[in-house]
């Protein structure tokens, strides 16, 4: 095999709760801010199909898993609904919820796939973000509850938990460019949401270590985007170094090296942004050190200079510091409109092994959404030939950072099946598995067979 990886290397598919489970208003499931979303703003999703329904595998998930191991997974990657588990947010644990997911884990197990937990995947219980989501201290702490009762329960199976999924997207999405619920746009805000995400996070860290899981790893998951500058010009680096310290650095420097760049401080204190704090937060930052990182990489972000000076008078955002570009001749998928650039999760791992220790680290997300995929049936199969080009493209520059001794143990597609998206509800399809949005039949496309065979031979040519 021209790339062959190393032994016990991951194969697998990530997921969400909130965008798979469906059964919203069953098995006692409390309500969380996308349920409320989407009721609120029908209009706002494609095609009317919610988190109420998606892709059903609240009642599917045996089924599931069996496929999952027909197509060789040895890992899969799903969330724990906060507002399932503990309806409200605080409070009184709800036994169907628990129920459920001990049977999605034993099953999981006794198919040998090793399931990677996430807590929280955007999923604020509505109650919760009532009392301020994330700008209130005090839901830090009904967190650091939550993520205790979950390594409580099923902490004796699931050895790989994480924290947060790509915390900076909902700051980015709720709290500056209006595109996630609360949609509110004010910097000082974000900010605020931001830290406390890592408070929290850093919280549930000091709660696992007291819960001395055997063989435990605990970690959070960052999209990771490349910051490449247009040019050499010190005004472009000094752009795409602001963007690379708003978008990577404010959660992977103290996730993984326990404090915040000097450099971020500095900027948000000079136009007095930074957040409130408490006494003895610097230490639990660094009491928040991670055993292993997951990693999404979609897309790179392409940054230049300001073409035009912001106005001074008006309220602070961190593109005062950058303009994005388009890079001209770039490669695109243009259902979701980002751009495809193979090189950059290369380009990840070596910074993770130069300036973070190399620390061990997983492909928590990679995919490629395209809209309208029945056009690509033959033989009542998906033919995906794009999403294999994808998937082998990225591969083979994460075998090449492999060969360069970085610390990469595996790869999970995003996603397993066609699913319900927070921005896009079924527009843009992602899965291994295409899912009939009325049947909820799944049927494997071309990638889920190639995928079997990549893994069963750990590696492809
Ligand atoms: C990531 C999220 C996923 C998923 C994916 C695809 O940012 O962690 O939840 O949705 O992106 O993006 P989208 O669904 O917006 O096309």
Redesign the pocket.
């Known amino acids: 095999l021209q790339y062959k990886f190393p032994k016990g290397f991951w194969w697998g598919s990530a997921t ?1 709760a909130t ?1 798979i489970e469906g059964a919203a208003d069953e098995g006692g499931k409390g309500r969380n801010i996308w349920d409320q979303w989407h009721e609120n703003e029908p209009n706002r999703f494609f095609d009317g199909v919610g988190p109420a329904s998606t892709s059903d595998f609240y009642h599917l998930y045996k089924e599931d898993i069996g496929l999952m191991k027909e197509i060789g997974h040895n890992t899969f990657r799903l969330s724990i609904s906060w507002s399932r588990l503990i309806p409200g947010g605080r409070g009184e644990i709800n036994p169907e919820a628990v129920d459920f997911y001990n049977n999605v884990i034993n099953e999981l197990i006794a198919q040998e796939i090793e399931p990677f937990v996430t807590l929280y ?1 955007f999923d604020m219980p509505f109650e919760l973000q009532e009392e301020g989501g994330w700008e209130n201290r005090e839901v830090v702490e009904a967190y650091a509850k939550y993520a205790g009762e979950c390594f409580r329960l099923f902490g004796d199976r699931v050895k790989k938990w994480f924290t947060f ?2 915390p900076i ?1 909902p700051v980015e999405g709720g709290y500056l460019y209006d595109f996630h619920y609360p949609n509110v746009v004010d910097a000082r805000r974000a900010v605020q949401v931001a830290y406390h995400t890592m408070i929290a996070h850093a919280r549930a860290v000091d709660v696992f270590r007291a819960a001395g899981i055997e063989g435990g790893q605990i970690g959070i998951i960052l ?1 990771l985007t490349p910051s490449y500058p247009r040019s050499q010009h010190p005004a472009d680096l000094k752009a795409s170094n602001a963007a690379d310290l708003f978008f990577n650095r404010s959660f992977l420097d103290p996730a993984v090296l326990g404090e915040y760049p000097e450099e971020l401080v500095e900027l948000l204190r000079e136009h007095g942004q930074l957040p409130h704090a408490e006494k003895g937060d610097q230490e639990l930052v660094k009491s928040g050190i991670v055993d292993i990182l997951g990693v ?1 990489y ?1 897309q790179p972000r392409r940054v230049k200079a300001k073409e035009h000076l912001p106005n001074p008078y008006g309220p602070f955002m961190p593109d005062w510091y950058f303009d994005n570009y388009e890079m001209p001749g770039r490669k695109m998928n243009p259902y ?1 409109g980002w751009e495809i650039y193979e090189k950059g999760i290369y380009d990840i791992m070596i910074n993770l092994r130069d300036n973070y220790g190399n620390i061990q680290s997983y492909i928590a ?1 990679n ?1 490629m ?1 395209v809209e309208d995929e029945s056009r690509f049936i033959e033989n009542g199969e998906i033919q995906d030939d794009y999403r294999i080009e994808f998937i082998s493209g990225h591969l083979t520059w994460l075998h090449q950072a492999i060969e360069e001794g970085c610390n990469v143990k595996g790869y999970h597609l ?1 996603s397993f099946m066609d699913n319900w ?4 509800a079924y527009k ?1 399809r ?1 899965g291994f598995f295409s899912v009939d949005i009325e049947t909820k039949k799944r049927t494997p496309k071309k990638s889920a067979h190639w995928i079997k065979e990549v893994a069963e031979q750990n590696g492809f040519n």
Do not use: T
């Open positions: 969400s965008q995947h999924n790509e997207v999209n999404n979609y979701r997300e995919g959404g995003w998206s927070w921005m896009n843009n992602y």
